[in-house]
């Protein structure tokens, strides 16, 4: 089969000259299109199935829902979204979601463990606040304390083990640090 027609923008064939397509050509050529859109919609299919799979609360196994952090956050003027349990506030376990993207930022946590997680960013940010280190060489050193993948170093993943760890080393590497002298003046 020879197919003439119009060249195409940006093409360097002669509109005089044949462009030979067999039927061979033709069938692989139909067959990447339709192979292209049965993945597209496989993408499609896997997107709602992981819409669908419901979170579960780790702490009493309800249901988790998505909602406004009205009556939770005590000021919430910044419409802050979180991922909730169910029995709220029976299990007062939540996190935060992303405000751009909705996904949760971390795991869930009930009271104990937040808190605990606050103790362990305050003994942990003071390293890089007092200069002693980046931001970034912090968790860089925390990730090799931890032995974990720099991706996984996030003490809003960890739970209360990983916590106590972090708050033990960032303690003790303060306290092998020599205090640096303010200028007086």
Not at 6 to 27: L, Q
Not at 36 to 50: Q, R, S, Y
Not at 62 to 67: H, I
Not at 153 to 171: A, D, K, M, P, Q
Request: proline share 4%; charged share 30%; aromatic share 12%.
């Amino acid at each position: 089969m020879v197919l003439y027609g119009n060249k195409p923008e940006g093409c360097w064939i002669a509109e005089s000259m044949p462009i030979r397509v067999d039927a061979a050509y033709i069938r692989s050529f139909s067959a990447f299109f339709v192979f292209e859109e049965e993945m597209k919609t496989i993408k499609k299919n896997k997107k709602k199935k992981a819409r669908k799979q419901e979170m579960r609360c780790p702490f009493c196994g309800g249901r988790v829902v998505f909602r406004s952090a009205e009556g939770i956050y005590q000021d919430n003027r910044k419409n802050v979204m979180l991922y909730i349990c169910s029995h709220y506030p029976e299990c007062d376990s939540y996190v935060r979601a992303d405000p751009v993207t909705g996904k949760p930022i971390g795991t869930m946590a009930d009271r104990t463990l937040r808190e605990l997680r606050k103790e362990a960013h305050r003994c942990f940010d003071a390293i890089y606040k007092k200069g002693y280190m980046t931001k970034a060489e912090a968790y860089m050193w925390l990730s090799q304390k931890l032995s974990l993948p720099l991706s996984e170093t996030h003490i809003g993943l960890f739970g209360n083990y990983y916590c106590e760890v972090v708050i033990r080393e960032s303690n003790q590497f303060m306290e092998n640090r020599i205090p640096t002298r303010r200028a007086t003046g």
